[in-house]
C-alpha cells in the first residue's frame, strides 16, 4: 500500500512539474510576443519596413507559418533545445506582425480586452482540465470551424464588409473557447499518460508543443475578442 502510495505521489509530481513547464512557455511567449509589438509599433522606421513592403511582410507570415508546422510537424526529430529556440523565435516574429494591433486600438482597450481574454481562457483551461466528458470529438467539428474562419477571412479581405467581419470573430470566438477547452484536455492526457522514467529531453519537447497549442489558441482568442470589444485610436 505504501509503495503504491509513492508510486501516486511521484506520478503526481511529475504531472505538476509538465504542467507547470507548458504554461511556463506558454506565457513566455505571450510575454515576447506582447513586448516585441509594443516595441515595433513604436519605431516608424520597423513599420515602414513591415507593413509598407508586402515582400517583408508576406516573408514574416511564411517564416511563422513554416516554424509552427516545424514544431508541431517535426518535434520527434527536434531536439529540446531546438524546439525551445523554434517556439521562442516564432513568439518574437509574432509580435512583429501583431504589432499593427497597437496603432489600431487604443492601449486601454487592448490592456482590457487582454484581462477579458485571460480570464474566459482560464475558465475554458479549468473546465477542459476538469470535465470528465470527452471533447475528442468535439475536436473535429473544431477544426472544420478553424478552416471555416479562415476561409472566410481571405474572401472578406477582398469583400472588406465589416458585417462579416463581425460575424467571423463571433464564430472564432466560440471555436478558440472550443479549443482551449479540447487542448488543454490533450495537454492532461498527455501529462497523466508520460511514463515515469521519460528524458528530460522528451518531456521539454512536449512542454512545448502543449505550450504552442495553448499560445495559439490565446493569441487567435484575444484578436478576435479584440475586434468585438476594442476601440480605435482617437
Not at 507547470?20 to 506582447?34: D, E
Not at 509580435?95 to 474566459?120: H, K, M, P, Q
Not at 521519460?198 to 475586434?227: C, H, P, Q, T
Amino acid at each position: 500500500m505504501q509503495t503504491i502510495t509513492m508510486e501516486r505521489e511521484k506520478a503526481g509530481v511529475l504531472v505538476n512539474s509538465f504542467v507547470r513547464s507548458v504554461y511556463h512557455w506558454m506565457c513566455v511567449g505571450l510575454a515576447l510576443t506582447g513586448f516585441v509589438a509594443l516595441y515595433v509599433s513604436g519605431s516608424e522606421t520597423l513599420l515602414r519596413l513591415v507593413f509598407q513592403n508586402r515582400m517583408v511582410f508576406f516573408l514574416l507570415i511564411i517564416a511563422e507559418l513554416a516554424l509552427v508546422f516545424s514544431i508541431a510537424g517535426m518535434i520527434d526529430r527536434l531536439s529540446a533545445a531546438t524546439a525551445t529556440a523554434l517556439f521562442v523565435i516564432y513568439s518574437a516574429l509574432n509580435g512583429v506582425t501583431l504589432s499593427f494591433v497597437f496603432l489600431i486600438y487604443a492601449r486601454a482597450s487592448i490592456v482590457s480586452t487582454f484581462f477579458i481574454c485571460s480570464g474566459t481562457f482560464l475558465a475554458c483551461s479549468v473546465y477542459g482540465w476538469t470535465t470528465k466528458r470527452d471533447l475528442t470529438s468535439l475536436g473535429g467539428f473544431l477544426m472544420m470551424g478553424l478552416i471555416g474562419i479562415i476561409i472566410a477571412s481571405l474572401v472578406n479581405l477582398f469583400v472588406r464588409s465589416s458585417s462579416m467581419s463581425m460575424i467571423v470573430s463571433y464564430i472564432g470566438v466560440l471555436v478558440f473557447v472550443g479549443l482551449t477547452a479540447y487542448d488543454t484536455q490533450k495537454l492532461k492526457y498527455m501529462a497523466l499518460t508520460q511514463p515515469a522514467g521519460l528524458e528530460g529531453s522528451v518531456v521539454r519537447k512536449g512542454a512545448i508543443l502543449g505550450a504552442l497549442s495553448l499560445y495559439l489558441d490565446f493569441i487567435n482568442l484575444f484578436l478576435m475578442l479584440l475586434r468585438i470589444f476594442g476601440q480605435g485610436r482617437e
